[in-house]
């Protein structure tokens, strides 16, 4: 049996894809929702026991604590932690509403600072563990429209080359991954977009999730590598 696998963000979309992958890999899974409790359960059930959904959102600390106090009680420990939860505003930054902003950091960036305050202790109590946190080409290049979303994915490389160098020591290993654009609820939601990530790609198509939630399986099989971001795109 594998170690347990917490998954934020896993009711839809790439989370959902990266639940039910570790799932088929063995990993016991805790899977995070904010809102869409059925979809959440309908993952549940096609992961069967023990997986586990657990509401909280993870801009704040007090629920992510309070998340990884319930995996505690329940299995011990955490081998693995998939930053994936994530959200987009979009709008120009000269009409970009204070209260937007801070959202989308809260959810995309101080996410991963809350979910490494509550899960790094249980890692290391296991004797290590990996963290894999979702970023985006658009931390990369920036997109126009996407301020707080391009600056909050940028961050998180950043976050994710400190705290490889932090957590080296106890064996705890941290990479990024950038995913190409997907048809998720999120991809949907800007068309335009969508096409012309489809029109850039040199394969002429979108990313599947599917593909990105193996080669996280993958990633997890690993033991040397770490302080790493992978492109994972069909995009130069
Ligand atoms: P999605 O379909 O919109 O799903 C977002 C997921 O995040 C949902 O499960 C949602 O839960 C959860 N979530 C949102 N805010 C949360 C919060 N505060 N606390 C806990 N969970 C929260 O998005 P997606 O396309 O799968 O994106 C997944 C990740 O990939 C994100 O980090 C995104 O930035 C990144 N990404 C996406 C694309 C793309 O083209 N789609 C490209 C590059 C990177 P509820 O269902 O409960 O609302």
Same mark, same amino acid.
């Given at each position: 049996?594998?170690?347990?696998?917490?998954?934020?963000?896993?009711?839809?979309?790439?989370?959902?894809?990266?639940?039910?992958?570790?799932?088929?890999?063995?990993?016991?899974?805790?899977?995070?929702?904010?809102?869409?409790?059925?979809?959440?359960?309908?993952?549940?059930?096609?992961?069967?026991?023990?997986?586990?959904?657990?509401?909280?959102d993870?801009?704040?600390?007090r629920?992510?604590?309070?998340?990884?106090?319930?995996?505690?009680?329940?299995?011990?420990? %955490?081998?693995?932690?998939?930053?994936?939860?994530?959200?987009?505003?979009?709008?120009?930054?000269?009409?970009?509403?204070?209260?937007?902003?801070?959202?989308?950091?809260?959810?995309?960036?101080?996410?991963?600072?809350?979910?490494?305050?509550?899960?790094?202790?249980?890692?290391?109590?296991?004797?290590?563990?990996?963290?894999?946190? %979702?970023?985006?080409?658009?931390?990369?290049?920036?997109?126009?429209?996407?301020?707080?979303?391009?600056?909050?994915?940028?961050?998180?490389?950043?976050?994710?080359?400190?705290?490889?160098?932090?957590?080296?020591?106890?064996? %705890?290993?941290?990479?990024?991954?950038?995913?190409?654009?997907?048809?998720?609820?999120?991809?949907?939601n800007?068309?335009?977009?969508?096409?012309k990530?489809?029109? &850039?790609?040199?394969l002429?198509?979108?990313? &599947?999730?599917?593909?990105?939630?193996?080669?996280?399986?993958?990633?997890?099989?690993?033991?040397?590598?770490?302080g790493?971001?992978?492109?994972?795109?069909?995009?130069?």
């Open positions: 049996m594998h170690g347990v696998a917490v998954v934020t963000g896993a009711s839809r979309g790439l989370g959902r894809e990266i639940a039910l992958a570790l799932g088929r890999q063995g990993y016991r899974i805790a899977l995070n929702y904010i809102h869409s409790e059925k979809e959440a359960s309908d993952v549940v059930l096609a992961l069967g026991e023990p997986a586990i959904a657990l509401k909280a993870v801009g704040i600390l629920e992510v604590e309070t998340m990884a106090g319930i995996i505690s009680n329940r299995w011990g420990r %955490i081998d693995a932690v998939i930053n994936n939860a994530g959200i987009a505003r979009d709008g120009l930054l000269i009409k970009y509403r204070e209260e937007d902003w801070d959202e989308v950091v809260n959810t995309n960036l101080k996410g991963c600072f809350n979910t490494t305050k509550a899960f790094v202790p249980l890692m290391i109590k296991a004797g290590g563990g990996q963290i894999v946190n %979702i970023s985006s080409y658009s931390g990369l290049k920036g997109k126009a429209g996407q301020s707080a979303y391009s600056a909050s994915k940028a961050a998180l490389l950043g976050l994710t080359y400190t705290l490889a160098r932090e957590l080296a020591e106890y064996n %705890i290993r941290v990479n990024a991954l950038l995913p190409g654009y997907m048809p998720t609820d999120m991809g949907l800007a068309m335009d977009a969508m096409k990530a489809s029109e &850039e790609s040199l002429k198509k979108l990313s &599947e999730p599917q593909d990105i939630a193996q080669f996280i399986s993958y990633l997890l099989t690993t033991s040397n590598i770490t790493q971001v992978f492109n994972l795109d069909g995009r130069i």
